[in-house]
């Protein structure tokens, strides 16, 4: 992505990812050159394990499943981030569970491949701290923070079967934290000098 197409979205968008395989948080925010953050989407995606039993292997599901989150993003972004950002991954015992979040996560550094974008990376601790000024803060801390910076936010609620707002709306919320933890990101700084102050 060229500056004069940033520039021509009259903003600069930031895209938070929450990785996962169940679910998969995500948001994007609008930047003005006035430093201001509005929320374009806040969002979670909900994919399921395929019920047929010994017809499909692990690893085809598990693409199937990565290839549907990408597809409700795309869906429902009319703008193009300019930069993505995304909490590191655990270092989860589970190596199949790790597999398997790992490819969404590679789902996502081709996308910033294609669109040529800066993937941006940030330590919990880091988000923590950009979140709530303390890195040892708690999960909870943490979303509750969220939902107090971004009041309008109409967060996701339900998923494919019955009611589950609390996980909806925390993955989406941790994808926003994301953001937070990058906002000020030697990339975005550059691109923001770039942009509004260069000129």
């Not at 395929?50 to 429902?76: N, P, Y």
């Not at 943490?142 to 589950?164: E, N, Q």
């Amino acid at each position: 992505m060229t500056y004069d197409s940033i520039r021509a979205q009259r903003g600069l968008y930031l895209a938070g990812f929450d990785p996962g395989y169940m679910y998969v948080g995500y948001a994007l925010v609008r930047i003005a050159p006035d430093g201001s953050k509005v929320v374009v989407h806040a969002g979670t995606a909900y994919t399921e394990k395929s019920m047929k039993k010994g017809s499909v292997r692990q690893a085809a599901d598990i693409i199937r499943r990565a290839k549907d989150v990408w597809a409700e993003i795309r869906s429902v972004w009319k703008d193009l981030p300019s930069v993505l950002c995304m909490e590191t991954l655990p270092l989860l015992r589970n190596s199949t569970v790790r597999s398997n979040i790992s490819y969404v996560a590679g789902g996502l550094a081709l996308y910033s491949n294609l669109l040529d974008v800066p993937l941006l990376e940030a330590t919990p601790t880091e988000v923590k701290k950009a979140v709530c000024g303390n890195g040892s803060a708690s999960k909870t801390a943490v979303i509750a923070r969220i939902k107090t910076l971004y009041p309008d936010v109409v967060w996701p609620t339900t998923k494919a079967k019955g009611l589950d707002s609390e996980e909806m709306a925390s993955h989406a919320a941790d994808a926003l934290a994301a953001i937070e933890a990058c906002a000020n990101d030697p990339a975005v700084i550059a691109l923001k000098h770039a942009l509004w102050v260069d000129q």
